[in-house]
């Protein structure tokens, strides 16, 4: 244990004042679960609907400073979760939410069997905040570190990368089939009077974790997916969200939000800055998490 905390202070860099052009440094955990993590450097941005065609819940547009830290290179896997619920012996209640013509709760649907084919290497599905925060445990307890869920400055923060665009790749939403798993062609497999961008991705529902092409701090799937969990309460937009990087703690604690859209959501959805929430028990089949390291 006291080896993973020397290597991760050998590791840490010196933080850039800017990502074009930077190569992120990596850190790889081997123990419990094999993770690799990217060091985000700290620095400001200016957090929410930056096109001003969002929603009302992305704004103010506020300048947010961010300290740098370390945030998991893909999300959770199946295989990943298979070894926490193993190990600690987790008892999940079965059942999970659905689309299917409107949000359905399918009690027989589990995050090892969400009601399609995954294999280890998918992004794990149907786990709530609450399951998400109890994976965050185990592994801080089995490494000596701390993981928690990112907040939503920090998802944002790492999410753009440095960009002020739609997209980490820009602001062609035609492009997207290329870069993340949304709503497509492919969709129609499983939902055939779906809305869907005229392109093909490969994928009907998830797509295995580093599908598609890493974003400029060496992350995946940050968009797409599956939406993942953030640590804050929700709140109805920005205007008393903190500044100084740090989790809203306020508002609506009885939700918490989740980014990034899904493998079911059209171009619009899978905006940076587009956000989504949920009760923390809540579970469905397009909802995953990744986490960060806060300390080390």
Known sequence: MMNVLVVVLALRPLEPTAFPGASPMAYTVSSP??????????????????????????????????SGFWMME??????????????????MPEGCGYFADGWKLDS?????SPGFSQSSGHPVTCVSWQDAMAFGHWLSRETGLEFALPNEAQWEYAARAGSRSLYAHGNAPDLLCQQANGADRRALEDYPNFDVNDCDDGYARTAPVTSYPANGCGLYDMTGNVWEWVAD????????????????????????????GAYGDLPYYLRISLRNRGYPDERRDDVGFRLVLNRW
């Open 108 to 112: 027989e649907l589990t995050w090892a």
């Open 33 to 66: 679960v094999s993770m690799t993590l990217r060091w985000v450097p700290g620095g400001e941005f200016r957090m929410g609907d930056l096109a001003g065609t969002g929603q009302k819940d992305e704004q103010p547009v506020r300048t947010v400073a961010v």
């Open 233 to 260: 309460c929700w709140p109805a937009d920005y205007a008393l969200a903190p500044r100084d990087g740090s989790a809203f703690t306020g508002g609506d604690c009885e939700r918490r939000g989740y980014r990034g």
């Open 74 to 91: 893909t999300e959770v896997t199946v295989g990943m979760f298979q070894r926490f619920v193993d190990e600690v012996g987790y008892d």
